[in-house]
T-cell receptor, first 111, second 113 residues
Framework: DQQVKQNSPSLSVQEGRISILNCDYT??????FLWYKKYPAEGPTFLIS?????DKNEDGRFTVFLNKSAKHLSLHIVPSQPGDSAVYFC??????????FGAGTRLFVKA | EAQVTQNPRYLITVTGKKLTVTCSQN?????MSWYRQDPGLGLRQIYY???????DKGDVPEGYKVSRKEKRNFPLILESPSPNQTSLYFC????????????FGDGTRLSIL
């Protein structure tokens, strides 16, 4: 049973519009969440994170929102750019040592 | 340049032939980890190490071994590879702490025939 779920395998967005990637989790003890971006033939790279004591974290065009009651987080990219086309993984650090990833969402940003 | 280096990048081998995938990091990170990526499943953690001589199982450790004799190196060993271990493997490292992101290598694609 996947504890971190990304239910949308892919998302297509027009350049300049907002991209919203979603992630759900099942374990209320998860206390830290991260988003990674992955291009083909490369390893994932860290994008942005959020602690469970916050509900929002912003870094330039990227904002992550956390809704603890719904066990849901989302990544907003505004404005979307063609270079943002990649696979995005949601992940949670559990107990400080284990990491659980979602299945990923492939984002296509059309020029 | 800060990096995590995996070797080999690609390997095709046969069932039962022992193989080792090496991982080295130059950032003096305490924590290192191995993942496998499979379609529809994302990245699943195989083993992790919190420091030298300290390792523990992740979610899918069966069929794998690891060792951490030096801080910079964390090899993944497949003693008797099987076709279900055909996958894309990533090594990662980070400093200790919940809020610390991981740095990943570029991956090793293993095909076990």
């Amino acid at each position: 049973d996947q504890q971190v779920k990304q239910n949308s395998p892919s998302l297509s967005v027009q350049e300049g519009r907002i991209s919203i990637l979603n992630c759900d989790y099942t374990n209320s003890m998860f206390d830290y969440f991260l988003w990674y971006k992955k291009y083909p033939a490369e390893g994932p790279t860290f994008l942005i994170s959020i602690s469970s004591i916050k509900d929002k974290n912003e870094d330039g065009r990227f904002t992550v929102f956390l809704n603890k009651s719904a066990k849901h987080l989302s990544l907003h990219i505004v404005p979307s750019q063609p270079g943002d086309s990649a696979v995005y993984f949601c992940a949670s650090h559990t107990g400080g040592f284990k990491t659980i990833f979602g299945a990923g969402t492939r984002l296509f940003v059309k020029a | 340049e800060a990096q995590v280096t995996q070797n080999p990048r690609y390997l095709i081998t046969v069932t039962g032939k022992k193989l080792t995938v090496t991982c080295s990091q130059n950032m003096n990170h305490e924590y290192m980890s191995w993942y496998r990526q499979d379609p529809g499943l994302g990245l699943r953690q195989i083993y992790y190490s919190m420091n030298v001589e300290v390792t523990d199982k992740g979610d899918v450790p069966e069929g794998y071994k690891v060792s951490r004799k030096e801080k910079r190196n964390f090899p993944l060993i497949l003693e008797s590879p099987s076709p279900n271990q055909t996958s894309l493997y990533f090594c990662a490292s980070r400093v200790t702490g919940d809020n610390q992101p991981q740095h990943f290598g570029d991956g090793t694609r293993l095909s076990i025939l």
